[in-house]
Every structure is written in structure tokens, then in C-alpha cells.
């Protein structure tokens, strides 16, 4: 037994890493925080690149580089409430995380191509885009945001919707079961980010608990990556890989 790819002894650290940064959070723990949250996406992104490494190509590449920027991403939010900076610099992490997603789903589209799915893509897109948007200005707009931080804000927010527009793409790209987890967790990451920026930039910030942020994100971030381990597992797109490659 391989226990860098045994589901359930990654899926046991992983979960008690997330328990483990959401009592920290509640208890104002931080040196179990600083412990915790990193766990989360090491756990995840080791046990992605050893499940996958037979069959590496750009789109786990770009998969395992989402993965470890999400990681840098959540080591510089831990200091946010000291240094303004470090919640910038998780920021601009968490913005390459979802440009690397992004293009790992528009790989995924291109290589398999097909025009099949497009009408249910294009609608679970607008109502991506719909809701986004509103959520976005009303951020935007609050008076607690500094006018400093709008436009890496603004640029995050279009960042995000598009990966998990991108995600909504790759319908009938994949295989269902592929399809539905990546596009679930690409969807809680956004209302993950969502309740964050809201959290942050409000006038009550403790109107919205930290644990419903926490778990979200944690779910979206395992969501995504067992989708798309099962995508590259998956014997269709092991076969043309191998046709591709010839």
C-alpha cells in the first residue's frame, strides 16, 4: 500500500487538517492555524502529483501548479491581519492559482474538441457571470474597501468567474462524474472568495462566521483536484493522450 496515494490516508489528513484550521479560526488559535492550513493543500497536492505522475502531461502540470500557488496563497493569508501586504500577496497567489485551473480547462476543451454540451455550458456560464457580477460591484462598492485595492480586487473577481466558466466548458469534454466535481468546487470556490471579500471589506465583518468560508474552500479545493485526477485516470483520456503523443 501506497500511503501517498491511499485515498482514504490523504482524505483523513486532509479532513483533519481542515477541522483542524476551522477550530483554530473559531478559537483564535493561530499557532494551530499556521499548522493546519498549509497541511491542507500540501496533503492535497501530494497526493495529486503521485496519483498522477504516470501520466503527466500540461494539464496536470497546470493542476499541480494551481494547487501549490493556492498553497502560497494561503501561508501569506495567515498574516493578513498583521500586514495589509500579505493579504495583497495572497491575492496575487490565489489570482496565478486560478489562471493555471483556468487554462488546465481550456487544454482539457481544445484536446478534446467536439461541439456537443455547448447550450448547457453557455447557460450555466450566465448565470456564473449574472450572479458574479452583482457580487462583484457589491463588494467593490463597499466603503470599507481601500481604493488602493479595487483593481487587484476587480481583476481577482473576473479571475475566478473564469475558471469556473471555463469548468462549465468542459461538459460532455470529460466524462460526468469528472465534470460535475470540478465544476461543483470551482463553483464553492467562488462563493468561497465571495464570503471572504464580503467578510473583510464589511462594516460587521463577524456577520459572516469563518467556518462557512473555511469549508467551502476546502471542499472546493478537494472537489477540483478528484475531478481531475479522475479525468487524467480516466481510460478515454489515457488512450488519447497515447494517440496524441504518436
Request: charged share 15%; with cysteine.
Amino acid at each position: 500500500m501506497d500511503l501517498r496515494t491511499h485515498p482514504l490516508v490523504n482524505g483523513t489528513a486532509y479532513l483533519l487538517a481542515l477541522a483542524g484550521t476551522i477550530i483554530a479560526e473559531e478559537k483564535g488559535l493561530h499557532g494551530l492555524e499556521l499548522v493546519c492550513k498549509p497541511t491542507l493543500m500540501l496533503v492535497l497536492s501530494s497526493w495529486f502529483f503521485f496519483t498522477t505522475r504516470r501520466f503527466g502531461d500540461r494539464f496536470t502540470l497546470l493542476v499541480q501548479a494551481g494547487l501549490f500557488f493556492s498553497l502560497l496563497g494561503d501561508i501569506a493569508l495567515l498574516f493578513q491581519g498583521r500586514d495589509e501586504f500579505a493579504f495583497l500577496l495572497g491575492l496575487a497567489a490565489f489570482l496565478v492559482a486560478q489562471v493555471c485551473y483556468t487554462m488546465a480547462f481550456v487544454f482539457n476543451i481544445v484536446d478534446v474538441g467536439g461541439g456537443e454540451g455547448w447550450v448547457l455550458s453557455l447557460a450555466i456560464s450566465a448565470v456564473i457571470v449574472l450572479v458574479g457580477t452583482f457580487i462583484l460591484i457589491d463588494v467593490l462598492q463597499r466603503p470599507v474597501l481601500d481604493e488602493l485595492l479595487v483593481l487587484p480586487v476587480a481583476v481577482y473577481g473576473v479571475a475566478i468567474l473564469l475558471m469556473a466558466i471555463t469548468a462549465a466548458f468542459r461538459f460532455r469534454r470529460t466524462f460526468l462524474r469528472s465534470f460535475l466535481l470540478v465544476l461543483v468546487g470551482a463553483l464553492l470556490f467562488v462563493l468561497s472568495d465571495s464570503l471572504l471579500a464580503m467578510r473583510k471589506f464589511s462594516l460587521r465583518p463577524d456577520s459572516i462566521p469563518p467556518i462557512w468560508i473555511m469549508l467551502s474552500y476546502g471542499t472546493a479545493q478537494a472537489l477540483i483536484a478528484i475531478g481531475c485526477v479522475l479525468h487524467v485516470l480516466d481510460p478515454e483520456t489515457r488512450l488519447r493522450r497515447q494517440v496524441l503523443e504518436t
